[in-house]
């Protein structure tokens, strides 16, 4: 097994989940398997109880782990699915070591953080990154860790002493450090400067690592004079210094590497210059320029509590992305604020109002994405009924199908006391209501979570049909709450379809409304399955259906599992086959971690 570590030093947000997803992307083009792991220094066991504002969306993969944002990049760059022991945890290292001496197993010698946290780090690295998570039998050829955090933290002490021991453990041909750090601008001077990447190598070395790659992350290329500096001072070879500098699109990330030839960096240390290949990323520079050529907007009006970090629906915008670039439109996501949208704010912010109401009209498509808390619930609930009432495309992920629900009970079925048990224990018309296998004492890793199977009950449905007319899907899951079993009947009699439930069938999963052009609610999470070249299924139909090209969609005349090209029919989409369906922690001003730029009007992917 040979490993790539990619770490980080000056300050955090310099995007080295992308890196190192771009890093893999650039090794398994030159025809070796790839696996991944990320390494947070935080005390907390998973990311699953962590408020979105602190740490961004939580992800969750197939066994149900609630992981961080990374392991989203990872699976989306890769195509691969992780599992939960891919993200190592102070927490969960901790807990391991103190479960091992509670049962005795150092017989009785006193438990240190040198040796028994860092052995400990070590096997664990060793046993996942044997985990073959590309669907092949058998380990994969490298595996690249992200140290999360950076460079001097105090809590990431135990995970440089362990990876230290681990380079040394492994060879210098089956370990190669990749080192990413700041080369600022100061304006004054308009001079890209060294210094920081300077101290941030000394502090690496110091505590006993030393980087065979530089990735420097600069607005412009480094200049060949700060290049030869950096070489000189960071004692790296000038051929192992790239620079990683805004560039239009996140996908052109694999690209810069490979012009730069990191590439050959990175096997030559490993020892594989014999094994691999030239990378082959012709897919990957035709979908980078199509997202550069794209110009005619979609607009979605994303309305949700956590407005202020684009991090917090991170795979959601992703979705979005993959969807819009299948139709061949300019993804425009216009935030809108949910408690904005509500009567209260009319009364005290009216401006606010105003403008999320107009943002809110001016969509093309609406999407209401999951959440936890009763705060912008009323605000969700006026937005799909703005959606129902008008024929424009929505989309309710989760909590977002539970608020279309609770709408339809009020407006439809007149029950004005509807509601959710997580809002309203007292209400007298529960539409939703607690899992009986919930807890409400624990938190952590207590809900619905992971993949589960959702059978299609209605066949001529346009779910059914975007996912490809198969019988049944599998979706990741993560809820506490679902809709109540006991109503379902008269909700259907009053017109909302339930197309896809569980397998007891007592578990609604998604919703339809056959009369409209396009309103769905899924009680799963779509977008943590959506990957580049297979847009999910109802962000496809959500942004098809908002510019014009479901009934294309559907149609499915054209078999073909190819990205459209510059010579792309206005009507791409159906150019598709509907069967192919199925960042850093704070928001950075480039693109090169998947963040988002506003004109003031609304975010421009």
Aim: net charge negative; charged share 20%.
């Amino acid at each position: 097994m040979k490993y790539v570590l990619v770490t980080g030093g000056v300050v955090s947000g310099l995007g080295k989940g992308v890196t190192a997803s771009s890093i893999g992307v650039v090794l398994k083009a030159c025809g070796l398997r790839v696996t991944s792991i990320k390494i947070d220094p935080y005390l907390n066991t998973d990311a699953g109880t962590m408020s979105p504002f602190e740490h961004g969306e939580v992800f969750v993969l197939d066994d149900g782990g609630e992981v961080d944002l990374d392991l989203g990049n990872y699976e989306r760059f890769l195509d691969v699915k992780l599992t939960r022991d891919n993200n190592i945890t102070t927490g969960k290292i901790y807990q391991f070591v103190i479960d091992k001496e509670r049962r005795g197993d150092y017989l009785g010698k006193t438990v240190q953080v040198v040796p028994h946290i860092t052995d400990a780090i070590q096997e664990w690295i060793e046993r996942v990154a044997m985990i073959p998570v590309d669907g092949q039998e058998g380990p994969a050829d490298v595996c690249v860790i992200e140290l999360g955090g950076t460079i001097g933290d105090i809590e990431s002490m135990p995970f440089i002493e362990a990876l230290g021991q681990f380079s040394y453990h492994v060879g210098p041909g089956n370990f190669c450090l990749v080192h990413v750090s700041l080369v600022p601008v100061i304006n004054v001077v308009g001079e890209q400067k060294t210094k920081p990447t300077q101290h941030s190598v000394r502090g690496l070395r110091g505590l006993g690592l030393t980087p065979n790659i530089l990735a420097c992350r600069s607005a412009k290329p480094l200049v060949e004079n700060v290049k030869e500096k950096l070489s000189k001072v960071c004692h790296v070879p000038a051929a192992n210094i790239v620079t990683l500098y805004d560039v239009a699109n996140i996908w052109r990330i694999p690209l810069l590497l490979r012009d730069q030839k990191a590439h050959e960096a990175i096997l030559r240390r490993l020892d594989l210059l014999g094994v691999a290949g030239e990378p082959k990323l012709d897919e990957w520079v035709s979908r980078a320029e199509i997202c550069d050529t794209l110009h005619e907007p979609v607009r979605i009006a994303m309305v949700g509590k956590y407005t202020g970090l684009p991090d917090s629906y991170l795979s959601v915008l992703k979705a979005l992305l993959h969807a819009s670039i299948a139709c061949y439109r300019k993804l425009v996501v216009d935030w809108v604020p949910a408690s904005d949208l509500e009567d209260t704010t009319e009364k005290e912010a009216p401006n606010l109002y105003e403008k999320a109401w107009s943002l809110l009209k001016g969509a093309d498509g609406i999407l209401v994405p999951g959440g936890f808390g009763d705060r912008g619930v009323q605000g969700k609930i006026l937005a799909a009924k703005y959606a129902r009432e008008n024929n424009i495309p929505f989309l309710g992920i989760c909590l977002g199908m539970q608020i279309a629900v609770i709408e339809f009970a009020r407006s439809v079925l007149n029950m004005q006391d509807a509601n959710s048990t997580e809002f309203d224990p007292d209400t007298t018309s529960p539409c939703v209501i607690f899992m009986p296998e919930g807890s409400k004492t624990h938190m952590g890793g207590t809900m619905r979570l992971g993949s589960r199977t959702t059978f299609f009950h209605v066949t001529d449905c346009k779910s059914a049909k975007l996912y490809g007319n198969v019988n049944y899907v599998d979706e990741r899951h993560r809820h506490r709450y679902e809709v109540n079993p006991d109503m379902i009947m008269e909700l259907e009699r009053a017109g909302l379809e339930f197309v896809g439930k569980d397998e007891t069938g007592r578990r609604m999963e998604i919703l339809e409304l056959p009369l409209h052009p396009y309103f769905v609610g899924v009680q799963f999470h779509p977008e943590f399955k959506s990957r580049p070249g297979k847009p999910s299924a109802p962000f496809l139909g959500l942004i098809a259906a908002s510019c014009g090209q479901l009934d294309a969609l559907l149609q499915g005349t054209t078999h073909s599992s190819q990205l459209p090209t510059k010579n792309t029919p206005s009507n791409p989409v159906s150019k598709l086959n509907a069967c192919q369906v199925g960042i850093t922690k704070k928001p950075a001003k480039s693109l090169l971690d998947g963040s988002f730029h506003s004109n003031g009007n609304g975010m421009h992917v």
